[in-house]
T-cell receptor, first 108, second 113 residues
Framework: GIQVEQSPPDLILQEGANSTLRCNFS?????LQWFHQNPWGQLINLFY???GTKQNGRLSATTVATERYSLLYISSSQTTDSGVYFC??????????FGGGTRVLVKP | ETGVTQSPTHLIKTRGQQVTLRCSSQ?????VSWYQQALGQGPQFIFQ???????GRGNFPPRFSGLQFPNYSSELNVNALELDDSALYLC????????????FGEGSRLTVL
């Protein structure tokens, strides 16, 4: 099955800093989503981005499907950005395959 | 607001018991899928239902079963609970079979003692 790798596994930021999270996947996909999981376990949809670039406030994402990677940019980070960020992809078939996540801690 | 709600939020069972977790999704979510998330890991696909029939299954034993109802609600049943079944169980709703954005509920945290 498809493999999804996220990097870095852990990220510590000072409030106000910018960062880039990366997601590499091993096969062609028809669905790619970025999620933020809060401390209570809720997966919050950030982007549905099988290809191209999208922006939502301080967050933006780019997926280069031909090169099998996606990037999530966090600008001017805030303490509320802390949590785990997951990339998940769907290849042929019906299941989302998740990466291992990037654990982000933003310090005040 | 994702349009997907789950119950119960937390529950404790003992090994060997059976559990039923419930999910309610909004109109238009024709697919419902269930995921298991162990502590410190990403969610793992259990199975998906489309129009009340199972439409794909991950690497989980038959004691994990499900139902989808016409009113966009769903159940996950787990029989003969094992200690390793302790996890966060997530339900996701989506519009179609192989494409479209998935929306997750808040999860049901199961502890097996």
């Amino acid at each position: 099955g498809i493999q999804v790798e996220q990097s870095p596994p852990d990220l510590i930021l000072q409030e106000g800093a910018n960062s880039t999270l990366r997601c590499n996947f091993s096969d062609s996909v028809n669905n790619l989503q970025w999620f933020h999981q809060n401390p209570w376990g809720q997966l919050i949809n950030l982007f549905y981005i099988p290809s191209g670039t999208k922006q939502n406030g301080r967050l933006s994402a780019t997926t280069v499907a031909t090169e099998r990677y996606s990037l999530l940019y966090i600008s001017s980070s805030q303490t509320t950005d802390s949590g785990v960020y997951f990339c998940a992809v769907k290849a042929a078939g019906n299941k989302l395959t998740f990466g291992g996540g990037t654990r982000v801690l933003v310090k005040p | 607001e994702t349009g997907v709600t789950q119950s119960p939020t937390h529950l404790i069972k003992t090994r060997g018991q059976q559990v039923t977790l419930r999910c309610s999704s909004q109109s238009g979510h024709n697919t419902v899928s269930w995921y298991q998330q162990a502590l410190g890991q990403g969610p793992q696909f259990i199975f998906q239902y489309y129009r009340e029939e199972e439409n794909g299954r991950g690497n989980f034993p038959p004691r994990f079963s499900g139902l989808q109802f016409p009113n966009y609600s769903s159940e996950l049943n787990v029989n003969a609970l094992e200690l390793d079944d302790s996890a966060l169980y997530l339900c996701a709703g989506g519009p179609g079979l192989n494409t479209g954005e998935l929306f997750f509920g808040e999860g049901s945290r199961l502890t097996v003692l």
